[in-house]
Each structure stands twice: as C-alpha cells, then as structure tokens.
C-alpha cells in the first residue's frame, strides 16, 4: 500500500469516529438519492415529466418564485398612495442622464485622471 492510501484509510476511519453524525446523515442521504433514482428510472416518461414538473414547482418556492406564471393571487397587494413631494403628474419620477464615453476620450481604470508614468 502506497502512503496515500493509508493517509486516506487514517483520515477516514478518523472521520467516522469524530464526525459520525455527518456521517450518517450523508450516508442516509446517499441511500435515500439511489433509492430515488432507482424509483424514477423505473417511472414511465409521462411519470418522469411529473416528477420533474413538481420539483421544479419546490425549487421555484424555494427561490421566492411562484409555481406557475399563470397562478396569480386572487387578490392583488394595495398600493397606499403617497403624497408627491413635487408637483408633477403622478407615478412619473425625475430621470438621470446617461453619461457616455465619446471615443476621443479613452477609459481607464484610474477613473480618468491622468498618473504620470511609473519609472
């Protein structure tokens, strides 16, 4: 046996005796994943699109996401209304202009000042 192998047999038989909690628990994962694509391999295709369908609806929750774009809630967030501070139409807020960078003037990570040379 190479010394690579029995650091590796060293660290894991340490792992088991310290961490053994973490070890069981991605160890029970594990089995509970090869079940899974066990079970799912075996699923006709209309039954594979299902299962796909209703995981991708949890981790479209999970993401803050809605299940379907088409489900909306019933009854929509108020909207409080708020005073303007300046007189204008309502909803309309000042803009800020674009800058641009003309092509005479290069850009540079300096923010445009110019350095004299580095000697």
Do not use: C, Y
């Not at 053994?20 to 628990?25: E, G």
């Not at 089995?31 to 479209?60: I, K, M, S, Y």
């Not at 800020?96 to 350095?115: E, M």
């Amino acid at each position: 046996m190479k010394i690579r192998h029995i650091l590796l047999a060293v660290l894991a038989v340490l792992a088991i005796a310290f961490l053994q909690p973490l070890v069981t628990f991605l160890g029970g994962v594990t089995l509970l994943l090869g079940v899974g694509a066990l079970v799912f391999r075996d699923l006709t295709p209309v039954g594979q699109d299902a299962v796909e369908r209703r995981v991708l609806g949890w981790l479209r929750r999970a993401r803050g996401g809605s299940a379907t774009e088409s489900v909306r809630p019933t009854n929509p967030p108020r909207r409080f209304p708020t005073a303007p501070t300046e007189p204008g139409p309502p909803g309309e807020r000042p803009r800020r202009g674009r800058t641009r960078i003309t092509a005479s003037a290069p850009a540079d990570s300096t923010g445009g000042g110019s350095a004299p040379p580095i000697q």
